[in-house]
């Protein structure tokens, strides 16, 4: 008898949940059907207030990248103004070192235009720079991992290997079509004897057959 009074209290919560789900999704399709044109406004409203959030983002991304874009500019100018420093500093000092060169009583090239001197300090400036900055490199692999070093170094070899193989390459290139055009100087100027030796004894004084040869002995 318990047991059945349980069941039947079982079967009684779960109709009631029933029910209670159904009185609670008939209010609710009320309020929302009740006003109908208000739920349409809401969704326009919605609507609305999402396409001024797209168009605010927007405004956003387009107002940092024209940020980031003056300031890439004004870093570009900086380093541009940067150079010509640098340019003009050395231009200068490679004039103050040619005018004290000059004044000791030795020979200083001179460029054409000043740019030549800014132009040649400049590029001799920034080899001395690149140079530096390797050597660094150079004691900052050595002393912290070896393994790398000794790799850099090894690529180094190879790179001076190849470096002098294409200067060797070059040089015989141009030994060998210097000692082409000689062959070919010492064959024209042979050619050019034998025309002369030929030009020098004409055709009618020379004998033709073995009597005048005889003859022309005789006669000498």
Sequence with gaps: MKCLLEFHGLKLAELQSKV??????????????AYPDK????????SRLEE????TETRKKKFFAEILN??????LQGQASL????????????????????????????????????????HARQRQRATRAEKLRFQTLKSGDQEAYMKLVEEKKNERLTTLLEKTNDLLSCLGAAV??????EHSGVEVLKGLKQKSLPSCILPETESQMLQYASRM
């Design 20 to 33: 209670r789900a159904d009185v609670s999704s008939e209010y609710w399709l009320r309020e929302k059907c």
């Design 39 to 46: 739920t349409v406004r809401d969704i326009e409203r919605l």
């Design 52 to 55: 001024e959030k797209n168009r």
């Design 70 to 75: 003056i300031a890439w500019e004004f870093q």
């Design 83 to 122: 150079k010509c420093r640098k340019q003009r500093n050395d231009g200068v000092q490679f004039m103050l070192e040619c005018t004290r060169t000059h004044a000791v009583g030795k020979q200083c090239p001179r460029p054409k235009f000043f740019g030549g001197y800014v132009n040649s300090a400049w």
């Design 180 to 185: 082409k055009r000689q062959k070919e100087a």
